[in-house]
């Protein structure tokens, strides 16, 4: 029998562990790849992929579930093996996005909003099928002098929703990601201002997931943390940041909710560990804390692999540290010590 929704968000919310998403777009993991002078071709996002997927000991003891993208949910290592035998031989859930893209909102406030919904239905059977047991759908939210405008927020709500109850059909635990982006231009913005917005796009996405008729209890938050913009005169301590950001979510998100895995969004590998250790030292909290990150998981280990298969235990040791730190920063037992060393 499959596994109910709600033990599919538990499971992925394992104390100690947490997601990695891995679900880069083509353009943007061609960006990545540029970074470090190499070609965005197949081959060399097969075997990015599988150097992380075949860490092993990451795998095993750090990761519930990892984002795909429609690529890599039906690839196959350079032996063969598919990504998917490799996850359920260390017991991780594989989840996929199904977003098509943040995209110009119209007119001229500089805003996004996420296409997709066409055809979803049909895609998410397909992805039950081939072993999806979650899903993640992005919408961006821009803070700057005239934005969020009700309007976006609304749409991007309303599109949230409607991806979740879908997913919700299909037997598939939606991750719902609403990111109020802070390494986006201009980046001027207060802590406070990013607490407010937040909150207040957080109060909007619930309202249309009970409208929707969507399940909270099958359901996981994927959000950002209250920080000021990257251009932003406010310097928060890391404990100032988390006691904000757990003050919104409190505020915010229902106990119902079984857990919230935060994205990284442009902040270093040891903020993003740091911030999420000191949230979960913070006691009494209604639903569990983990991380779903792409960048501060990947950084170091991209760049150690560097696009060659010799530098793969290099590579998966930088991966396994970070999972590591991350583990304990779920737990809140991360140490600034600890990570630099076992660096
Ligand atoms: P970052 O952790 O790099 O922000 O990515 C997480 C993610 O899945 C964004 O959609």
């Known amino acids: 029998m499959p596994m109910s929704l709600n033990a599919t968000a538990r499971k992925l919310m394992e104390p100690g562990k947490g997601i990695l998403a891995a679900d880069e777009s083509e353009p943007t993991i061609a960006k990545r790849f540029a970074k470090i002078n190499l070609p965005n071709s197949l081959d060399l996002r097969r075997d990015y992929r599988e150097m992380l997927f075949r860490s092993t000991e990451a795998m095993r003891n750090y990761i519930s579930g990892v984002i795909l993208t429609e690529e890599t949910l039906e690839q196959h290592a350079a032996d063969g093996t598919s990504f998917r035998a490799i996850m359920a031989d260390a017991d991780v859930i594989p989840g996929i996005k199904v977003d098509r893209g943040a995209f110009p909102m119209p007119g001229d406030t ?16 397909q ?28 749409a991007n709500a309303h599109s949230l929703a409607r991806y979740a109850i879908l997913c919700q059909e ?5 991750v719902v990601e609403p990111e109020v982006v802070g390494d986006g231009e201009p980046g001027n913005h207060s802590l406070e201002r990013c607490a407010q917005v937040t909150g ?10 009970r409208l929707a008729g969507v399940d909270l209890g099958g359901m996981l938050l994927k959000p950002n943390m209250v920080l000021p913009g990257i251009n932003s005169r406010d310097r928060p301590s890391v404990d100032e940041v988390a006691r904000r950001t ?3 979510l409190r505020e915010h998100v229902p106990a119902a909710v079984p857990g919230i895995a935060f994205l990284s969004g442009g902040q270093t590998d040891e903020e993003a560990t740091a911030h999420l250790s000191a ?14 990150y792409g960048r501060a998981l990947q950084n170091v280990a991209l760049r150690t692999w560097a696009g060659r298969r010799e530098n ?12 590591r730190m991350n583990s304990l920063a779920a737990l809140g037992q991360w140490t600034s010590e600890q990570d630099r060393l076992a660096a």
Not at 200 to 209: A, R
């Open 246 to 248: 757990v003050e919104v």
């Open 200 to 209: 207040d796009v957080l109060e909007n996405v619930f309202k249309e997931l």
């Open 110 to 125: 500089g805003e996004k909003i996420t296409e997709g919904l066409d055809g979803l239905r049909q895609r998410l059977e």
């Open 127 to 154: 992805y039950a099928k081939l072993g999806a047991g979650f899903a993640k759908w992005r919408a961006v939210i821009t803070i700057n002098d005239i934005a969020p405008t009700r309007n976006n927020i609304r």
């Open 279 to 292: 949230m979960n030292k913070i006691v009494g909290l209604p639903w569990p804390l983990t991380f779903s």
């Open 170 to 174: 299909a037997g598939i635990v939606p």
């Open 312 to 323: 793969f235990p290099q590579a998966q040791a930088a991966f396994t540290h970070r999972a």
